[in-house]
Nanobody, 125 residues
Framework: EVQLVDSGGGLVQPGGSLRLSCAAS????????LAWFRQAPGKEREGVAA????????YYADSVKGRFTISRDIAKNTLYLQMNSLKPEDTAMYYC??????????????????WGQGTQVTVSS
């Protein structure tokens, strides 16, 4: 059984930083896009960042570009999202996702087969 476990969320002041982790079990990364999504109350789940394991290329939503960095540790089978210069607008439940259907848009949530349970990020004074 494949499991993705998100962690690292919490309460942080505006301008602060957090690093989210997504530990995978029963799964070995292949040539695939891995991604982080987030969902705020009353809003649809939106893609934040993605990483292509085959080439190491990355893609970011305009709203987080320059502030967030997606990376992975192959040995630990873990995906990370480093979040800097956090804003109140970043407040949301964050989810990692894996096994992307290449026939779907990169940031379409329905295009991913496996998901973490979510970790809450709250940016507030």
């Amino acid at each position: 059984e494949v499991q993705l476990v998100d962690s690292g969320g919490g309460l942080v002041q505006p301008g602060g930083s957090l690093r989210l982790s997504c530990a995978a079990s029963g799964y070995t990364y292949k040539s695939d896009w891995l991604a982080w999504f987030r969902q705020a109350p009353g809003k649809e789940r939106e893609g934040v960042a993605a990483l292509y394991t085959g080439l190491g290329s990355t893609y970011y939503a305009d709203s987080v570009k320059g502030r967030f960095t997606i990376s992975r540790d192959i040995a630990k089978n873990t995906l990370y999202l480093q979040m800097n210069s956090l804003k109140p607008e970043d407040t949301a439940m964050y989810y990692c996702a894996a096994e992307h259907d290449r026939g779907r848009p990169l940031f379409q949530a329905q295009g991913y087969k496996y998901w973490g349970q979510g970790t809450q990020v709250t940016v507030s004074s």
